[in-house]
């Protein structure tokens, strides 16, 4: 039973390009989570989505940033004309239920903006 | 605005010893806290939780206290091992919440 899978595991943009990253939650679960960590910093909460629903967006900057978890496939966090301020770690979890108990994480992204 | 905090970047602990990690929090509606343990390139493990309505869980080597009226919780290993060197991160959550929030780490290293 393989674990939340993120891909890519690094990734290097320009200023100005898109990135995409990708996360499959574990099987079973369909509650899925972004976090990001910035250097030095702890995880900070973006998005909350359920399949082809965002329930909570609360941590998500208001632009350049969105997220989706189709029907079928991967959630997507997409990151719009990268700036240097978006380099960091992002991690997705994802949940069987309501998180109160904890869930799992992925190995994360690492995205670089050069 | 950090809503929890741990104090202490770093952590150095002889192996055989107690390792005691600290974590303070600012709000008092948050109602279920948990440990992660996190290795480099690695994403955050769950290691132990507690609910607001106790004071101490207990697995294994670890245990986790919570003090409510300080706000503060701690995270005890004990006997620490090599293999326990890792950041560890403490979370809480609100219970009509949908998110952890996380401190920023403490980095323990347990000596051989």
């Known amino acids: 039973n393989a674990g939340v899978m993120q891909n890519p595991r690094h990734l290097v943009r320009r200023r100005g390009q898109e990135a995409r990253l990708r996360c499959s939650p574990m099987?079973?679960?369909?509650?899925v989570y972004w976090y990001r960590q910035l250097p030095e910093e702890g995880l900070k909460f973006m998005v909350y989505?359920?399949?082809?629903?965002?329930?909570?967006e609360s941590g998500m900057p208001k632009e350049r940033f969105s997220a989706e978890f189709p029907k079928e496939g991967p959630s997507i966090l997409r990151i719009q004309q990268v700036v240097r301020g978006d380099s960091a770690a992002y991690f997705c979890?994802?949940?069987?239920?309501?998180?109160?108990?904890?869930?799992?994480f992925g190995s994360g992204t690492r995205l670089t903006v050069v | 605005d950090q809503q929890v905090k741990q104090n202490s970047p770093s952590l150095s602990v002889q192996e055989g010893r107690i390792s005691i990690l600290n974590c303070d929090y600012t709000?008092?509606?948050?109602?279920?806290f948990l440990w992660y343990k996190k290795y480099p390139a690695e994403g955050p493990t769950f290691l132990i939780s507690i609910s607001s309505i106790k004071d101490k869980n207990e697995d294994g080597r670890f245990t986790v206290f919570l003090n409510k009226s300080a706000k503060h919780l701690s995270l005890h290993i004990v006997p620490s091992q090599p293999g326990d060197s890792a950041v560890y991160f403490c979370a809480a959550s609100l219970n009509t919440g949908n998110q952890f929030y996380f401190g920023t780490g403490t980095s323990l290293t347990v000596i051989p």
């Open positions: 979890a994802s949940s069987a239920g309501l998180p109160h108990y904890g869930y799992t």
């Open positions: 099987k079973g679960h369909s509650h």
């Open positions: 709000n008092s509606m948050f109602d279920y």
């Open positions: 989505l359920q399949k082809e629903n965002i329930i909570d």
